[in-house]
Each structure stands twice: as C-alpha cells, then as structure tokens.
C-alpha cells in the first residue's frame, strides 16, 4: 500500500526468477518515488536518491554548476553541521559514498554496515531537505572540482567527447561544458559581478524538489519497516512540483553531419569513431533494435567486419551500440581501434594523396551494413539475441547493493515501474520494422566520422576551447562514401552462424558434502587442484583457473615479454571460436603473469569443459603466425610508449612495485627487448616456457568433483603425457615465488622522479609505510587503524587542505606484506610539500586515537567485524577471495574467523601501541618509502635535505633491491601441503 492521498495502483515488478528479495513501490505524500527492497541475507544496507536535474539545466555562464552541488551537498546539513560528519559516519561505519552527474540527472548513493543504516539514512535524507553550503565549503570544493577537471585534461576519453558535443548546436545543452573549472565557476562570475554561492543556493531551491526525485531503500527490515522509516526520514523534501526538464530538438543539425573530423589524441595510437544520430532506443526498449544492431556490426565471429579487418591487419578491436542517449535524441557508435596499417602504414603521408586504409574500413562497414539492409531483419538472430539476454537476466549473479540501488534509481526515471529492474535487458517484442527503420538511420548523409591519430600532429587547425584539443573538420558527401564502398577490398562478409555455446541444462549439481571451504581434492608432481563446491549461490555457473607457474616465463625482461607476447596472440587466435562463449555467458582469458601464465574461465557450466579443452588444445599446438605477431607487437609497443601518458600517482604506484618487488623488470628494458623482437625469436622461446612447468588449478561452483579431476587430468595428459610431452615437472629448486624487499626499521626511503608526460601539471606522492608479513593480530591492528584514519585523511589533506582531488589512505598488500599507504596528486604543490602534510596529519591522527573515548574505539571494531563477516555475493567475489590465498601461498581460507575472534579480543591500548610501533611519527620501528613524481611546474620545488637523519635517497632502483634482504615467501611449491 502506498503512502499517499490516492491509493497507488499495485504493478508488479519484473524480477529474476532466482531472486528472493521483496519489493515495494510506494509514493510519499511530497510526490517522491521509491523503491523498497527488503532483503533478510544481506550485510550491507544502501540507498541511492536520483535527481532528475543534471548539467544540461546548468545556467548560461555557470558552466558546471550542477557537478558543484553535487560535490557540495557532502558536506554537513542544519540537523548534521559538522562539515564532514555524514561521510565519517559512513566510513567509519563500514560503508562508502559517492555520487555523479550526467546530463540529466544527479544520483547519489552511500552503503553502510546493517545495524548502522537508520541513522546513516537520516543524515543521507537531509542533504536534500535542509542542507549547509556553507562560504567556506564553496571556495574549497570549487578547487576539488577544478583538481578533478584537472586530472580530466590529458585523458584521450574526456577529450574526445568534449570535442563530439562542441560539434554540435551551440544552442542545445549537449554542446556545453559540464565538468566546470576555476574558470567557469569562481573566476567569470566573479568578473560579472555573480556570486557563485548564492546561484548554488538558487539552483537547489529551483531544482532540487521531492517530485523530480526517486529513492531506492535496500535493507534487511520486512518491507513494513522499511516504508515507515523512509517516511519519516524523507516527507520533509520540499515538493514545488517542478516540471520535468526537457530538452527538445537534435544536437546535431546539417553542418554537423556528414563531416569527418581528424583529431590529434595524448596516447599514441589511432581509433576511428563514426557516428550517427538516431531515434532514441529507449522508446522501443522491448524491440531492441539498437541491441539487435550492437550485436550484428559489433559481432566477432567468422565473416564478421570485425574478423575481416583482423584478417586484413587492419583493426584490433571493434565495438558498436547506442550510446551518449537521453529520451529526445541518441547516437549509434562505432569504435575500431587501428593497427598502423590500418591506418594507412607507420609513415602515412599526407601529400602524397594516397588511398588510405581508412577509407576501406569505412567502405566496409558501410558494406556490412547494407548486408544487413539486403538480409532483412533475421526472426533466428532476434530469438537467439532474445533468450540469451532472458538467461543473463534470470540467472544474474547478486552484486553489491551499493551498485544494485544506483542502476535502479537511474532506471526509475526512465522506465514504468515493472521495468525498473528489467531497463533494457529484456527485448521481447519481435518487430521487423522498428529493427529496420534503425538501420536505415545509418546512412552516408546522417554520419559523423571522427578519426583520432598522433600522425595528424601539425596538420590541423581548429582547437577544442575546453581541453585544447587540435582538429580540423572535412565534409564528405554520399558519393564519396559510396566510392570508398566500391574500393573496399571484396571479402566475404556474411551474417553469423547459430551460437553453439547457449546453454541448454541450467540445472544445479547435487553437492553430496558441503564444504565451505577449497578442499586440495588432488595434488601430483605436475599440479595441484584446489575445488569448491557452490553450496551459497545455487546459479549453474562455474569458475575455473589454471596457473602455469613456468620458471622460463618471467625470469628476464625478455622471458617476460615473450611470454606476454605468446599470451595475447593465444587469445587472439581464438576470438573468432569463442567470441561466441562469450555472448553466451561463458567468458574465458589467457593473462600473462610475472611466472608464467593463467587461463580463467567462468560463466555457465554446462560447455565450460568443451571451451577450456579448446584454449588448452591452442596452448598445446601453438605456432607463430608472422602477421598478427606484427599486429600484437605492435599495439603492445604503443602500451609500453604510452606508459608516460599514465597519471602521476599511476607512475608512483608503478616505481613503488618495482622498488618492492623481486624479480620484476622496467617497463623501459621490455620495451627495448620488444622493439627487435621478431617471429622467429618467439617460435623458438615458446617450447622453453612450457618445457617445465607447474600448474595450480582452482574448480568451483556449479562442477562435481569427478569432473574436476578429469579436467586437470586432461590438462596434464596434454602436457605432461605422451611420447613427446611439451613439459617436465619442476625441479624441488624451481619451485620459487615473488618475494617482497624488506625494508629497514627506522630508516625513510625517498624515491624521486620527474613525471614522464611534460605537459602533465599534476605531482604525485605514494608514501608507504611496511609494517609486517601476514598475521592474523598484526592484520587486524593494521586494517583497524586504516579504517579509523581514511575519512579524516581524506577530510584534512583534499577536503580542507585541498591539496588534490585524488587522496587516498589505503592498505597494501604484496604478497602478504601488509602496510598502508597515502597516494595524493596535486596541481598546487610539490610532493615534497605533500609529503609534509601527511607526516603533519599522522601527527594530527596521532592525537585523535589517543583521545578516542572507548564508545567509539568499540564501535570501530565492530564495523570491522561487519566488514570482515560480510558474506561474498556472487560465485566470482568468492573464487577471487581464495584465489589470493592460494596465489599468496598464505591458504588461510577460514582467515576471517580467526580475525574476527583476535578483533573481539582487541583493546584500545594495544592499537595504540601498535601505532606508536609502526605508524607514528619517529616510530622507532617505522618502515617507509616515499615515491615523489614531480611535474615540471614543481621542479624548482626545494629539493633539499629536510634534516631528517633517517632519511635515505634511493638513487638507483635495482641496486636498492640488490642491497636489501628479501621476506620469505608463503608460497612452497609442491611440498607446502600434505595430502
């Protein structure tokens, strides 16, 4: 029953067959929606209030005013003043919060410890009834959301859709700028006399009202409960039934289409993005002609476009679907990223007027889609299309309601309500004609072409206001798109074949003992397999890992490319049997590790076998083949050469991996080594990784344990059988595992680096601080005083001090070395700078924890005990939990309640002499290291010695390695564990 003047008419919502929990639609009487969700088993309750205002509504001039608020409304409310105190409550809580803004419609979504959620709902509540936004609060959060703007400006993504929207009407808000800046929302209105605060307040007033929103409640209480407490928490949002925002009329008007647009990006490579401007899918959700389209041009099988511009050299990756869609208009995407020869060859000149490469792949994809108009929509694609999205959607595996809650908030604004949980996913309604009149939106005179390539660097001149980006715009008319058509290469595209991968037993295996636990089922001298009933989800899925440990894999820069290298061409070989595995809800991946490799697969169980026998029949008859060696190569050196467009703070993380951990190589000497690499140097190298190996397998979900077994007997008869086998067992002396520096108590390491990318403003700090190898007390005193110090941290060095929009307080863990560690990027100051004000805020904390009155120690401990007990959602939470331990060697698999037992344990004065150990300031046992990206802007920053005496400069990498003593590993090999 609603809460309301009227009675509410009783729809019923569309759910999963698997699903258990309960659902209520209700509509207070201020107008706003909500959707209650009880659900008895879940540890975590959430919430996640949709506005439907976004930065299309910003007012002229005030460009990223409504991503301001949003930043703004954090901060304290007239029932909650003190400034920061909702998402302290949240943290310390066991919880996190976040919320975005799109172009229409602001969401905002927090999850919290069960026993903790009415008052965190109640402080959530008030944000949107009586919040503070305070003087203060506005200067500095104007800074976060310049930071943020900031660290956006050398990414290739925000670059080109500023780019895409300012081609486009300058009167339609599609066209605007909706991040903001300094610029947009402290230096021009202040030059016209506007005060940006009093136009934040008068844009909530307008905007911000009860029937413009819709409100998921997740949590434990019987859906009674739930209604009465969302009632008395959120009846008071004022209600000033404000109409709907609407935005009629097409971003792109006549000049905007038909025009190819040739843009220079940050990362070398090149993409090719041809768009279209098309009716909105949303309004034919049950037809799904986008998703029938998406499906068919972004295919991967044999005669796909894909498949021809893999087997022309052309393409390494293609994806299409709608996108960038609101109710009034959409866009129809194609993405295809470009080998050099794709692009027309390494040296592709501009003057020579030759035909490039381009204008085939274009030509092509026109091609394919006149395939499609000649074809008809096909009644067997759709059906095929249409149960398989009917099995994802039933048999969709439990994700965190955190996620759940913000995907149905944002669905409540678009769909009816018996929809909400279905959006999209479900089409049902097969209808030739909605499918067709799609496709014939996708014309030469409705395109947009925009091509991406460093290549185009000096030969533009046009240049993107917001982030600078160079272009120069052609147009191009039917004519010349049906002549590239003409020249377009004649290969055999056709439609794809039926999916031999949809599962037709979804049927769940008995599990005659349960095991909460992996079991070591069966262990030999070529392997190891660790399995695990599913006994939690009860979905007819499966995950299975295999890691080859290949001594000869990783033990060199070269080793390590090599066997990189033989990774990605294993999975490029097979895309074209399993990309259909992959349609169906069966995924599978061959990675390259730092000593050898590992093949996951996940997904339905019923073929998993079929698929795994696949990869395992390619590793096993694996050759070189000499052209898409040269394609693999090729987008891997572009990986490498473009590790110096990485942020900062990812070169820090980077440089503290290598200080840290042996037997790992420079990014520079595998790019050197990859540079001369050819195909015969691998040909030759491939035998030696397999000629020994080890392999550690991990089975679990829905598999019997027989099965198992049979799988990695398969697997070592492939191997290791035979009368030539590939491998050999290891040696007792190769059985060797990473192993962690050892840093020395009481001494601070500092590494110091320019940033690679000189045009990057932005400075980085990762300080580190090593306190022990695994241990349940250790560990929990760690995690304890991580959890305590997050939010101040967060508060004190972005919030107040606003030093940079990313700042992070989080643990580490390499291998089981524990520590904790701050990463902090900065526009405004130096690393040396920030690193003073972390050692001034560990003073700061220092204070805090000594002062904690023991209600609130108390009630820190039990949000970590709520953390550590929460249960695993799904059967892939699940599997990546004991794969860490089996990976680490560590195999505390019941670690949890030896933790939560040491925890109950804990008092106050033990974590405090925990941190005065390792943590504190002058801690006579502290271990740390400090990496220092610097950006030029900060280089003249003084650079001397700060007078601390334990301070020592690491001036060369590996000698620093070389020089310290390793920790023991976890991990030994064959003899760790008796059967």
Known sequence: MAIGKEKLEVVEIIKPRTDNRDYRRVILPNSLQVLLISDPDTDKCSASMNVGVGSFSDPEGLEGLAHFLEHMLFYASEKYPLEDSYSTYISEHGGRTNAYTSSEHTNYYFDVNADCFEEALDRFAQFFIKPLMSSDATTREIKAVDSENQKNLLSDAWRINQLQKHLSAEGHPYHKFSTGNWDTLEVRPKARGVDTRDELLIFYKENYSANLMNLVVYAKESLDKIESRVLSKFKEIRNID?????????????????????????????????????????????????????????????????????????????????????????????????????????????????????????????????????????????????????????????????????????????????????????????????????????????????????????????????????????????????????????????????????????????????????????????????????????????????????????????????????????????????????????????????????????????????????????????????????????????????????????????????????????????????????????????????????????????????????????????????????????????????????????????????????????????????????????????????????????????????????????????SGIRGVQFIIQSTVKGPKHIESRVQAFLKMFESKLYEMPDDEFKSNVNALIEMKLEKHKNLREESGYFWREIQDGTLKFDRKEYEVAALKQLTKAELIQFFDEHIKVGAPQKKTLSVQVYATTHSTEDMADNGDCNMVNIEDVFGFRRSRPLYGSFKGGIGHMKL
């Not at 085939?360 to 074809?375: A, D, N, P, V």
């Not at 030469?444 to 290549?455: A, K, L, Q």
């Not at 262990?523 to 440990?549: E, G, M």
């Not at 290298?565 to 399993?578: F, G, H, I, K, Q």
Request: aromatic fraction near 12%; hydrophobic fraction near 40%; glycine fraction near 6%.
């Open 242 to 814: 404000r109409i709907h925002p609407s935005f009629p009329g097409q971003p792109c008007t006549s000049e905007h289409l038909q025009i190819i647009v040739k843009t220079v990006p940050i990362k070398r490579g090149h993409k090719l993005r041809i768009t279209w401007p098309i009716t909105p899918g949303i309004h034919h959700y049950m037809e799904g002609p986008s998703r029938y389209l998406g499906h068919l041009i972004g295919h991967e099988g044999e005669g796909s476009l894909f498949y021809i511009l893999k087997k022309l050299g052309w393409a390494t990756s293609l994806s299409a679907g709608e996108s960038d869609w609101t109710v009034e208009f959409s866009f129809f995407k194609v993405v295809i990223d470009l080998s050099d020869a794709g692009h027309g060859g390494p040296i592709w000149c501009f003057f020579l007027k030759t035909i490039a490469n381009v204008e085939h792949i274009i030509g092509l994809l026109f091609k394919y889609i006149s395939l499609l108009q000649q074809s008809g929509v096909c009644k067997w694609i759709f059906d095929e299309l249409s149960a398989i999205c009917e099995m994802v959607f039933h048999y969709q595996d439990k994700i965190p309601p955190i996620d759940y809650v913000v995907k149905i908030a944002s669905n409540m604004q678009l769909y009816p309500p018996k929809d909400w949980l279905v959006g999209s996913s479900l089409p049902s309604i097969f209808s030739p004609g909605v499918i067709q009149s799609f496709l014939n939106e996708l014309t030469p005179n409705n395109v947009r072409i925009f091509w991406e390539s460093t290549n185009f660097e000096g030969h533009t001149d046009l240049t993107e206001p917001w982030y600078g980006t160079a272009y120069s715009v052609e147009k191009i008319t039917d004519s010349i798109i049906q002549e590239w058509m003409e020249r377009a290469p004649d290969e055999h595209l056709h439609l794809p074949t039926a999916n031999v991968f949809i599962p037709t037993d979804l049927s769940i295996k008995n599990v005659r003992k349960k095991v909460n636990l992996p079991v070591l089922l069966r262990k030999s001298a070529y392997s190891k397999l660790w399995y695990k009933p599913d006994t939690t989800f009860s979905t007819p899925k499966a995950y299975v890992k295999l890691d080859f440990y290949c001594p000869f894999g990783g033990n060199s820069p070269e080793a390590n490319v090599l066997t990189d290298v033989s990774t990605r061409l294993l999975m490029d070989y097979l895309n074209e049997y399993a990309y259909d595995a992959q349609v169906a809800g069966l995924y599978y991946a061959i990675s390259h590790t730092d000593n050898g490799f590992q093949v996951t697969l996940t997904g339905y169980s019923q073929k998993l076998k079929i698929l795994l026998e696949t990869v395992i029949e390619k590793i096993t008859t694996f050759e070189v083949k000499p052209d898409r060696f040269y394609v693999i190569k090729e987008l891997l050196v572009k990986q490498y050469e473009n590790f110096k467009f990485q942020q900062p703070y990812q070169q820090a993380m980077y440089y503290c991996s290598l200080l840290l951990r042996d037997q790992s190589w420079p990014w520079s000497d595998e790019l050197e080594v990859l540079a001369v690499l050819e195909p015969d140097v691998l040909s030759r190298f491939y035998p030696q990784i397999l000629s020994r190996t080890f392999i550690e397998c991990y089975a679990a979900g829905n598999i019997e344990s027989n099965e198992a077994e049979l799988m990695i007997q398969h697997v070592e008869n492939a191997f290791f059988k035979g009368v030539k086998p590939l491998s050999q067992a290891l040696f007792p002396s190769q059985h060797l595992a990473n192993r962690i520096v050892k840093l020395e108590r009481g001494t601070n390491y500092c590494y110091t680096k320019g940033g690679l990318n000189p045009s990057d403003e932005n400075s980085a700090l990762l300080h580190y601080v090593q306190v022990h190898q695994d241990d349940f007390k250790l560990n929990i005193k760690l995690q304890l005083v991580a959890l305590i110090a997050k939010q101040p941290a967060f508060h004190q060095l972005r919030s107040v001090e606003q030093l940079g929009y990313i700042t992070v307080l989080m643990q580490r863990n390499d």
